[in-house]
């Protein structure tokens, strides 16, 4: 069987075009007040402050917010490389609580990519250094189809 083919590169310069083109219609991720810290192929650190209207009936991040949280940062690691990865599945797990007022980071690092496919783990954890979440996520790569469609 011959080995698999090497993907290319990813220039930062695509990864900076790619990020600005995913934000400026994220309109989501925006409302949430997520803040991306660092893009880079097959890597984002997002940050985001627990809200009010955040919270669940136990006064705790509602996982949903969480699961919202972790799939941002995923959508910018996926795409960094400027073609078109839409998320297949993910799988999280809550680990720890957090509260009004805390600000939640969320780094995403990409563990596979191929021309069709892209795995990715991501980690949320508490300004105090509690880990409060883990995620595991898949995405298809839609071959050919540029972000932007540029």
């Not at 563990?111 to 996520?137: F, H």
Request: with cysteine; glycine share 10%.
């Amino acid at each position: 069987m011959p080995p698999a083919a090497t993907l290319p590169e990813t220039s930062q310069t695509t990864v900076d075009r790619t990020r600005e083109i995913l934000w400026r219609d994220d309109y989501a991720s925006q409302a949430l007040g997520i803040r991306l810290v660092e893009v880079r192929a097959g890597y984002c650190r997002a940050e985001m402050q627990v809200r009010r209207d955040m919270l669940n009936g136990f006064g705790i991040i509602h996982g949903g917010m969480l699961t919202t949280f972790a799939d941002t940062a995923m959508a910018f690691a996926s795409n960094s490389h400027g073609e078109m990865a839409v998320a297949t599945n993910l799988g999280m797990d809550f680990v720890a609580s957090a509260r009004e007022g805390e600000i939640l980071s969320t780094e995403v690092r990409e563990l596979s990519r191929t021309r069709r496919t892209g795995l990715y783990d991501a980690t949320i954890t508490a300004a105090d250094g509690r880990l409060i979440a883990v995620m595991r996520g898949r995405v298809q790569r839609l071959a050919g189809k540029p972000v932007g469609g540029t």
